[in-house]
T-cell receptor
Framework: NAGVTQTPKFRVLKTGQSMTLLCAQD?????MYWYRQDPGMGLRLIHY???????AKGEVPDGYNVSRLKKQNFLLGLESAAPSQTSVYFC????????????FGQGTRLTVV | GNSVTQMEGPVTLSEEAFLTINCTYT??????LFWYVQYPGEGLQLLLK?????DKGSNKGFEATYRKETTSFHLEKGSVQVSDSAVYFC?????????????FGTGTKLQVIP
C-alpha cells in the first residue's frame, strides 16, 4: 500500500536555485495539501487543492507555487530558494475536508544554504 | 481564527507511567478534533478523532474526550511503553460546507524510558 509518496526525501539547495517537490497519492483522494514543519511552529499550510485543476493559498504561500494537473499528483515549486525555506515539507491527502482523516507522506527535508 | 494550544514538551516518562498531554482549542464553529502521532523519521498518522461534543476517541490504549464546555481534548494513556515515544499533535478541523483547513498544535514530544 503506497498511500502518499513524496520525492525526494532529502535535498540541499543553494540560495536562488529552484526545485519541485512531487507528491503522489493512490487513494483517489480529492483533497491534497502541502505543509511545512518547523521547530516550535507545528505544521503550517502552504497551499492546498480541493480537486484536479484547482489550487488555493494556505497560511504561508509566499515563495511557493503549486500545480494539480492530475488528481493523484500535487507539485510544490520553489522558484528561488531562500534560507528561510529550510524546513521539512509534508504532503497530505484526504477524501474530503472537514472531519475526514488526512494521510501524510514521509516528508522531504530541504536545506537551503 | 482557529487555534490549538498544546502543552510544551518534551515529556519524559518511565515505562508503565500514566500519560496526559493537554490540548485546548479555539474555534468559531463546531470542529472535529484529532490527535496525530509522528514517529521518528516518518510523517504524521492519525491516532484518534472525535467529531462532536462528549465523543471519546480511542486507539492503541490512548483516549481523548471532546469537552466543549472546557474546549479541550486531552490525550491520555494508562500505561505508556517505550514504543510510544513520538511527537503528538492535536488538531482541529471545522465541519460544514466547503473546505476548512486543519489547524495543528505545535506538537508535544514524548520520550518513554525503560
Amino acid at each position: 500500500n503506497a498511500g502518499v509518496t513524496q520525492t525526494p526525501k532529502f535535498r540541499v539547495l543553494k540560495t536562488g536555485q529552484s526545485m519541485t517537490l512531487l507528491c503522489a497519492q493512490d487513494m483517489n483522494h480529492e483533497y491534497m495539501y502541502w505543509y511545512r514543519q518547523d521547530p516550535g511552529m507545528g505544521l503550517r499550510l502552504i497551499h492546498y487543492s480541493v480537486g484536479e485543476g484547482t489550487t488555493a493559498k494556505g497560511e504561508v504561500p509566499d515563495g511557493y507555487n503549486v500545480s494539480r494537473l492530475k488528481k493523484q499528483n500535487f507539485l510544490l515549486g520553489l522558484e528561488s530558494a531562500a534560507p528561510s525555506q529550510t524546513s521539512v515539507y509534508f504532503c497530505a491527502s484526504s477524501y474530503r475536508g472537514g472531519s475526514t482523516e488526512a494521510f501524510f507522506g514521509q516528508g522531504t527535508r530541504l536545506t537551503v544554504v | 481564527g482557529n487555534s490549538v494550544t498544546q502543552m510544551e514538551g518534551p515529556v519524559t516518562l518511565s515505562e508503565e507511567a500514566f500519560l496526559t498531554i493537554n490540548c485546548t482549542y479555539t474555534a468559531t464553529g463546531y470542529p472535529s478534533l484529532f490527535w496525530y502521532v509522528q514517529y521518528p523519521g516518518e510523517g504524521l498518522q492519525l491516532l484518534l478523532k472525535a467529531t462532536k461534543a462528549d465523543d471519546k476517541g480511542s486507539n492503541k490504549g490512548f483516549e481523548a474526550t471532546y469537552r466543549k464546555e472546557t474546549t479541550s481534548f486531552h490525550l491520555e494513556k494508562g500505561s505508556v511503553q517505550v514504543s510510544d515515544s513520538a511527537v503528538y499533535f492535536c488538531a482541529l478541523s471545522d465541519r460544514g460546507g466547503g473546505y476548512q483547513k486543519v489547524t495543528f498544535g505545535t506538537g508535544t514530544k514524548l520520550q518513554v524510558i525503560p
